[in-house]
């Protein structure tokens, strides 16, 4: 198993921007596909941008595109997200997490870490 730990939340504004951090444990770390998700206050964790083992593939919520983007250092264990152009809906806890595409969706498939505070407010 992957094991995570996020950082590089905080307060921004609106229009702003965000790089976030998440550190994986394991030698198996390049071999997984990697995922963050994110979780707003009284709503379900959801899928936001996904990468694969190589970092040649990615993915992200149709919401999402053209503002994130995902990617990651195999050398150094670490997948990023690059938020910008942020919105006040875009405020939640953020995780990353190991992932497999399971029936078509991207499933998450390690145990999760603290997550990241990301709050979006003038």
């Known amino acids: 198993q992957v094991q995570v730990v996020e950082s590089g939340g905080g307060l921004v504004q609106p229009g702003g921007s965000l790089r976030l951090s998440c550190v994986a444990s394991?030698?198996?770390?390049?071999?997984?596909?990697m995922g963050w998700f994110r979780q707003a206050p009284g709503k379900e964790r959801e899928f936001v941008a996904g990468?694969?083992?190589?970092?040649?593939?990615?993915g992200s919520s149709d919401s999402m595109k053209g503002r994130f983007t995902i990617s990651r250092d195999n050398a150094k264990n670490t997948v990023y997200l690059q938020m910008s152009s942020l919105k006040p809906e875009d405020t939640a806890v953020y995780y990353c997490?190991?992932?497999?595409?399971?029936?078509?969706?991207?499933?998450?498939?390690?145990?999760w870490g603290q997550g990241t505070q990301v709050t979006v407010s003038s």
């Open positions: 997490n190991a992932l497999q595409i399971l029936d078509g969706i991207p499933t998450p498939v390690g145990p």
């Open positions: 394991g030698s198996m770390f390049s071999t997984y596909a």
């Open positions: 990468i694969n083992w190589s970092g040649s593939r990615t």
